[in-house]
């Protein structure tokens, strides 16, 4: 609406007054100008289509499911990608052999908008070239219609201009739409008639009342509090696709301020030169089209964007491999040419079309008034769409967050639709003392009625719509409506697998880490010193197994939505490692161990002994040595050995049960939340399995026996199942693994010295770090050891040190465990 009242000319058409006609008006029957009931209904169909063109170049950027082409190149002839690394094997020779193609699934919207708005116009244009040649049939039934001018009349100069601000104002809007939430973006472009009313006010132009001046700056305030406070959650929600990220959250206010900048400067324009510049829609498409698309194409031969297509290398050295590749909007559209694609891109160009006739149509049947009205309608219910789904189909309802931004969203719609009913009111009563006595007081007490009954209705149309639609939304983290509630937990349409499901090797060690700041995404992440070390030791030691590292961007790739608890996105990282770890062993089987843990030797043969007893699974359990065990816990989940397609496909289905529709751990047990997806999950389901299993409420040590994790399922009897023959390898981690000493000194046991024959109060059962060495050596020695597990993450000592540091005491704990991880000298 903005862009067609800065660039759409009523030099024929000058409506002043609501069913006032103009000094030369159309064909068109007096009631559609006069009647109040058209004046709501046109009001509103703008609204909407405004609505509906704005959600469908948003579904095109980043919602639009994108078919999988057959396979393509080979990667080391693919532009623009990194090379491949195949481990193990030749690269040269692993490269010859190398098929790239798309992933078994698809690319999750179109991220080519400047290209798509290029087309746009283009479409626009062949369009306005058929109504020109159509002009004498369309005259003979309207004579006053608008003819386009010549081009020598409009000005070549003029249009170039026209063309480069429309270009800047809806191309870097449609990129803005590419990475910002809707909801966000409208509220960004509701800066429009702020930015425009403050250009001309400097250029003497323009004057403000007092109330406009409050309307615009507390609108503006509203503004920037949504952008902010919409941040975490676009983050949130966005932590799984690249495409969205932080840098592409403020990437994309960017790019929308730009954009208002663009709409400004063709309003700013317009107005300094008046009507020469001025021009309908027809003239419009037919001269500003091609200079518009011009403008846009050399942005799109920039590569300035990374983008997770998802390649999969399938090769002899059966590596799958994610490159993050570095594309231009032409190669984005070349990659996902398809009839789809091709389609949807020519049905934005002729909606696009359809728009700006709609809108030509509003000024000339209503007034520019009523265009920008509906504006306001369309934005403000997009904006309340979003933040009334959030609060729909989130699990907190309404929190403190989407409180606040409610309430700013309601500050906007209010403060801007206050400025833009009062610059309406002032425009009629300029229109009304230069028509000079043509009209009456009651004319102007009709129209001013007439307005505000049609903005009352609008709005009150518009919250009944937000409402119903956001509580029909069921996608949280997206801005399109009514989606279907399988395509909401998995982002997946039907019968369709994860992409590595299949080519995963049942010998593989599993482990995951995030981290908000340091380790977001696979493409982005450092982890802490000690944990990388640990992660080196796991890498060395894999013997045959692959080893992979899961990152939060790379869930989707390995695991289907409903394996995962509904709110998975939102819980705590270690909630997560647990619940990801139960549903890759139920896919894939393999062995799930904490990243906090330093493998000194390969399992193997640990492996091999659990295969050769036909035994599903191979763990840890507490009490199992007739020890106490004074938590309420059983099962050590930091290290489990499992066959694919076992007990943990029980487990994962429990695991989403008992979580339901909530993301809050609690829900199992207030006092014990980090054990909701580990332990109080895996211990019932062991103990469907083998019903000998010790109990933890029968340990007598244990002081709140409520929070056992045996509860968390109904007791079976024995005699209701028959006897299994699958077996469970099971040992105490207390005989192993965990070194009775790992709690002492704040978990800091890593930073003993080896040589320390000080007695320290704090040791058991040894009594001097040197002993406890030599106790870790002598379960070392008996293969009880094949890896030493750290507890929060080797304690807040060993945290705070750099790499330099932890290897800089070669006497150390951490040092000899790392010298025995790499059969040689490792520290200082």
């Not at 006069?34 to 609505?51: E, K, R």
């Not at 919409?230 to 932590?239: L, M, N, V």
């Not at 037919?286 to 920039?302: D, E, F, G």
């Amino acid at each position: 609406a903005n862009v067609m009242m800065s660039v759409g000319s009523w030099r024929r058409v000058e409506p002043l007054d609501i069913g006032e006609p103009s000094a030369e008006p159309l064909n068109v029957p007096r009631h559609w100008t006069a009647s109040p009931y058209a004046q709501v209904i046109l009001t509103l169909v703008f609204a909407g289509a405004q609505i509906s063109m704005t959600l469908l170049m948003k579904f095109i950027f980043s919602q639009v499911q994108l078919p999988s082409p057959p396979a393509i190149a080979h990667c080391a002839a693919r532009a623009g990608a990194k090379s491949v690394v195949c481990e193990g094997h030749d690269e040269e020779s692993c490269h010859s052999s190398v098929a790239c193609m798309w992933e078994k699934g698809y690319q999750k919207g179109l991220p080519a908008p400047m290209l798509i708005t290029a087309v746009q116009q283009v479409v626009a244009l062949v369009f306005a070239i058929v109504i020109w040649s159509a002009l004498p049939c369309i005259m003979r039934r309207f004579p006053r219609f608008p003819q386009p001018r010549p081009l020598r009349d409009v000005g070549v100069v003029n249009c170039c201009l026209l063309g480069l601000f429309f270009a800047s104002n809806i191309g870097l809007n449609n990129v803005s739409l590419s990475f910002l939430p809707v909801g966000v973006n409208v509220a960004v472009r509701n800066m429009f008639p702020a930015a425009s009313a403050l250009a001309l006010l400097a250029m003497g132009r323009s004057k403000l009342t007092g109330f406009q001046w409050v309307m615009l700056l507390i609108g503006t305030a509203c503004v920037v509090g949504t952008a902010f406070a919409s941040k975490p959650h676009a983050d949130a929600c966005a932590k799984s696709s690249d495409s969205s990220s932080a840098g592409g959250y403020l990437l994309g206010l960017l790019f929308c301020i730009l954009s208002v900048a663009g709409a400004t400067s063709s309003f700013v324009y317009t107005s300094v030169l008046g009507t020469t510049a001025k021009l309908t829609p027809l003239e419009a498409t037919m001269y500003l089209s091609l200079p518009a698309a011009v403008v846009m194409v050399p942005v799109t031969l920039i590569a300035d964007r990374k983008y997770e297509w998802d390649m999969t290398t399938v090769a002899t050295c059966g590596k799958l491999v994610v490159d993050e590749i570095t594309l231009n909007d032409w190669q984005v559209f070349f990659k996902a040419l398809s009839l789809q694609t091709a389609g949807l891109t020519v049905l934005s160009g002729v909606c696009a079309f359809l728009f700006n006739f709609l809108t030509w149509s509003m000024v000339i049947f209503l007034s520019p008034i009523y265009t920008a009205l509906a504006g306001n309608f369309a934005k403000g219910t997009l904006m309340l769409v979003g933040v009334i789904g959030e609060i729909a189909g989130g699990t907190e309802g309404l929190s403190f967050t989407l409180l606040i931004r409610l309430l700013l969203v309601i500050g906007i719609i209010l403060t801007f639709t206050g400025y833009a009913i009062s610059e309406a009111l002032a425009k009629m009563s300029t229109g009304r003392r230069a028509a000079g006595s043509s009209c009456c007081a009651a004319r102007d007490d009709a129209s001013r009625g007439s307005l505000c009954a049609v903005a009352a209705i609008g709005w009150v149309l518009a919250a009944v719509f937000s409402v119903t639609t956001g509580f029909l939304l069921t996608d949280r983290g997206h801005d399109t409506p009514w989606t279907a509630p399988y395509l909401q937990v998995t982002g997946l349409p039907g019968h369709q697998h994860p992409v590595r499901y299949g080519s995963v090797s049942e010998r593989t060690i599993w482990s995951y880490w995030w981290h908000p700041t340091n380790c977001p995404n696979s493409k982005k992440c450092v982890l802490p010193p000690f944990v990388q070390l640990c992660v080196d030791t796991i890498e060395k030691n894999k013997g045959s197994f692959d080893f992979k590292l899961m990152h939060f961007d790379e869930v989707h790739m390995y695991v289907n939505g409903v394996e995962l608890p509904f709110g998975w996105k939102h819980q705590s990282p270690a909630t997560q490692k647990d619940a990801l770890m139960n549903a890759l062993l139920a896919r894939y089987g393999g062995v799930a161990m904490d990243v906090s843990t330093i493998l000194l030797k390969p399992l193997d043969d640990s492996w091999n002994q659990m295969v050769a007893q036909n035994a599903i699974f191979r763990g840890y359990m507490y009490r199992l040595n007739g020890q106490p065990w004074g938590h309420a816990e059983t099962t050590a989940v930091w290290c489990m050995m499992a066959r694919r397609e076992g007990i943990f496909r029980t487990a994962t289905v429990m695991g989403v049960i008992g979580m339901g529709d909530s993301w809050n751990a609690g829900l199992y047990h207030p006092g014990i939340p980090y054990f909701a997806m580990g332990d109080q999950t895996v211990t019932p389901v062991l103990g469907i399995y083998n019903f000998s299993l010790p109990h933890c409420h029968e340990d007598d040590s244990v002081s709140q026996k409520g929070d056992c994790p045996e509860f968390q399922l109904p007791v079976w009897d024995e005699s209701l199942v028959s006897p299994r023959g699958d077996s469970l390898l099971l040992e105490d981690p207390r005989d192993g693994p965990q070194l009775p000493f790992a709690f002492a000194d704040q978990f800091g046991m890593a930073l003993w010295n080896r040589t320390d024959d000080s007695k320290k109060d704090y040791l058991w059962p040894c009594e001097t770090p040197k002993q406890c060495w030599e106790l870790f050596l002598r379960r070392y020695n008996a293969s009880k050891t094949p890896f030493v597990k750290f507890f929060h993450s080797g304690g807040d000592a060993v945290r705070r040190q750099s790499r330099d540091q932890l290897l800089g005491s070669r006497d150390s704990f951490l040092c000899g465990w790392l010298e025995l991880a790499h059969g040689g000298t490792v520290c200082q």
